[in-house]
C-alpha cells in the first residue's frame, strides 16, 4: 500500500489559515488523496478528497501538486475546535479500506 | 440520530474472557469496516463487508477474533480469549455503494476495550 509522510505535530494561532503538508511519492495513478481528522475522544471523521485538481469545501481546501507526489490540506480560519490529528491517506480502489498514518496532531492557539 | 452507532462504548475485561462489540451502521450503507487504533497511533483497518459478505480480513485479524454482518445491516465483533495486547479502540465505519472509491466512510464513536 502506497504510504503518506507528515510532521508529527503543528502549531497555529487561532482565526490564522493553517497548512498541513502530506508526501505521497509512491501514489498511483487512481488513487484518491482523502484527509480525515480525529478530534479528541471521537472517531474519524471525513475532511476532504481530491484525485488531480483542487478541491474547497466548506470545512477545507486541498491543494495537490502536479505530480501527485504531494498535497496540502488548508484550514482557511483555524478555529479551538479544529485542533484534532489530521491523516493524509492514499485511497485503496478494490475495497475502499484506508489506510491510516501517524497523522499530524495540530494544536490551536487562542 | 442517524450516524454509526456502537455498543458498548467502554468495556473492560479480564484477560481469557470474550467479548463482543456491535457496530450499527448508518441505514442502507452497504460497507462496513471494521478498525483498531491503540494510544498514540492511526487506525488499523482489520476487516470489512459488503452486504453479509465478509470480503477482506488484514493479517491483524488472529484466529481469536472473528466478525459477522448476517442479514448486512449491523455487524459483530468477537474477540475470543482476550490478551493484554488486545486493549485499543475499536471503531466501525460504513460507506454507501454510491459515489465510487472516493466516497467518504462514515465513523462511530468506537469501543473502548480494557484487557486487565
Known amino acids: 500500500d502506497a504510504k503518506t509522510t507528515q510532521p508529527n505535530s503543528m502549531e497555529s494561532n487561532e482565526e490564522e489559515p493553517v497548512h498541513l503538508p502530506c508526501n505521497h511519492s509512491t501514489i498511483s495513478g487512481t488513487d484518491y488523496i482523502h484527509w480525515y481528522r480525529q478530534l479528541p475522544s471521537q472517531g474519524p471523521e471525513y475532511v476532504i478528497h481530491?484525485?488531480?485538481s483542487n478541491v474547497n469545501n466548506r470545512m477545507a481546501s486541498l491543494a495537490i501538486a502536479e505530480d501527485r507526489k504531494s498535497s496540502t490540506l488548508i484550514l482557511h480560519r483555524a478555529t479551538l475546535r479544529d485542533a484534532a490529528v489530521y491523516y493524509c491517506i492514499l485511497r485503496v480502489f478494490q475495497g475502499g479500506k484506508l489506510i491510516f498514518g501517524q497523522g499530524t496532531e495540530l494544536s490551536v492557539k487562542p | 440520530d442517524t450516524g454509526v452507532s456502537q455498543n458498548p462504548r467502554h468495556k473492560i475485561t479480564k484477560r481469557g474472557q470474550n467479548v463482543t462489540f456491535r457496530c450499527d451502521p448508518i441505514?442502507?450503507?452497504?460497507?462496513l469496516y471494521w478498525y483498531r487504533q491503540t494510544l498514540g497511533q492511526g487506525p488499523e483497518f482489520l476487516t470489512y463487508?459488503?452486504?453479509?459478505?465478509?470480503?477482506?480480513k488484514s493479517r491483524l485479524l488472529s484466529d481469536r477474533f472473528s466478525a459477522e454482518r448476517p442479514k448486512g445491516s449491523f455487524s459483530t465483533l468477537e474477540i475470543q480469549r482476550t490478551e493484554q495486547g488486545d486493549s485499543a479502540m475499536y471503531l466501525c465505519a460504513s460507506r454507501g455503494l454510491t459515489g465510487g472509491p472516493a466516497h467518504e466512510q462514515f465513523f462511530g464513536p468506537g469501543t473502548r476495550l480494557t484487557v486487565l
Open positions: 463487508f459488503q452486504n453479509e459478505a465478509q470480503l477482506e
Open positions: 481530491g484525485l488531480t
Open positions: 441505514s442502507e450503507h452497504n460497507r
